[in-house]
């Protein structure tokens, strides 16, 4: 009996088994032999690290590893900040239209990613409602042109992140929250503890799990970001916004391919994904 249990088992994984050796281990596997080749076609030699080591040396490559890394430090935290303060407030009970709301928040992350680049950059454009709003309040005297700018392109990435995923965190949030009794918050206002003492004593620490989860997913996320620099900023000014899965795409695509070197950029990625995420574990794991 066990036996045929054990193999109904390995029967119903055997097609997801199957899925994902075809098509997420044999690309990875095919990738990471890529990565030590260089040429096309016929032409495919082993080139040994060399295609690692020219990713070191490539300007364009350590440009988008520190736009990638500027939008980590900045959009990340803020981002996990404001969901977290969204989380506790939609959490009371007593408040009104709290569906409403969470809906209303949580909506961004719906919409299409292509949407919402295309909405953000007519949005900053000059003749956008940015600007022309700024004009009538006399806060400038004539259009900026936000995406020419390097440091203002970056910022409006970084606010269209915050504003497409913050619901989405602030969902995991109150889902941690709903797991904690409703009672502790009503014993510590008894006690005296103001809102922000209940926040930083009781809110934060029984969340520290659920944080860390989604410090992790954001972190993946900002380090493999493409869409809103390919849609947005086009990776401009003069590669001043490129992330590096943009350049990936680029190396790719566009001109000679040179997949050999692309695959090298994508697992320098992956290398750092596991670090960051390793770290974060490490300094979020309280256990002896």
């Known amino acids: 009996m066990k036996g045929k249990q054990n193999a109904t088992g390995w029967a119903f994984l055997l097609p997801a088994i199957i899925l994902i050796c075809a098509f997420s281990l044999y690309p990875m596997i095919s990738a990471l032999i890529t990565s030590f080749q260089t040429g096309t076609g016929v032409n495919i030699k082993f080139a040994g690290l060399s295609n690692y080591i020219r990713c070191f040396k490539d300007d364009v490559f350590i440009q988008s590893l520190k736009n990638c890394a500027f939008y980590l430090i900045i959009q990340v935290p803020v981002m996990l900040i404001i969901a977290l303060v969204l989380a506790s407030i939609l959490n009371n009970p007593k408040l009104k239209f709290r569906g409403f709301f969470r809906t209303a928040i949580f909506l961004p992350c719906a919409t299409s990613l292509v949407a919402y680049a295309i909405i953000f950059r007519s949005l900053f454009a000059t003749d956008g409602f940015i600007n022309m709003i700024a004009l009538k309040l006399g806060i400038i005297n004539h259009a900026y042109n936000f995406l020419s700018n390097p440091t203002s392109a970056k910022i409006i990435i970084i606010i269209a992140l915050i504003w497409r995923w913050t619901g989405y965190n602030m969902v ?29 004593k009781i809110t934060v620490p029984l969340l520290k799990p659920t944080i860390l989860m989604t410090a992790i997913m954001s972190t993946n996320g900002t380090l493999q970001l493409f869409d809103e620099s390919m849609n947005l900023t086009k990776g401009g000014p003069g590669n001043a916004s490129i992330t590096m899965s943009h350049y990936i795409y680029n190396m790719s695509f566009k001109g000679v391919p040179n997949f050999g070197y692309t695959s090298a950029m994508s697992f320098i990625i992956l290398i750092m994904v596991a670090i960051l995420a390793f770290v974060q574990m490490k300094v979020g794991d309280e256990r002896d």
């Open 172 to 200: 995991f949030y109150l889902a941690g929250l709903q797991n904690i009794e409703y009672s502790v918050y009503e014993a510590a206002k008894i006690d005296g503890a103001s809102a922000f003492q209940t926040f930083f």
